[in-house]
């Protein structure tokens, strides 16, 4: 005895139609503002001596965005 096979047809897609919800954007951007402004305003927080990496980095985004 042989089981059927149903194929589904579908309908030709000829653009990509993709919406996606505006929090999908909104909360991954406002997650970036939030830590880079935690990141910014540490002023109180200091590294220690020998790690200056990090400084440099956020000295570098700071001087970007004061253009």
């Known amino acids: 005895m042989t089981a059927r096979t149903y194929t589904r ?3 030709a897609v000829t653009g990509v139609d993709t919406r996606l ?3 999908a954007l ?3 951007a406002a997650a970036f503002v939030a830590l880079l402004l935690l ?3 540490s002023e ?3 590294a220690p001596l020998g790690d ?3 400084g440099r980095v ?3 985004i700071q ?3 004061s253009l």
Request: charged fraction near 15%; hydrophobic fraction near 50%.
């Open 39 to 41: 990141m910014a305003g």
């Open 58 to 60: 956020m000295e570098r």
């Open 52 to 54: 200056a990496g990090a």
């Open 44 to 46: 109180g927080a200091r």
């Open 21 to 23: 919800p505006w929090w």
């Open 63 to 65: 001087q970007t965005l």
């Open 26 to 28: 909104a909360l991954p």
């Open 9 to 11: 047809v579908r309908p």
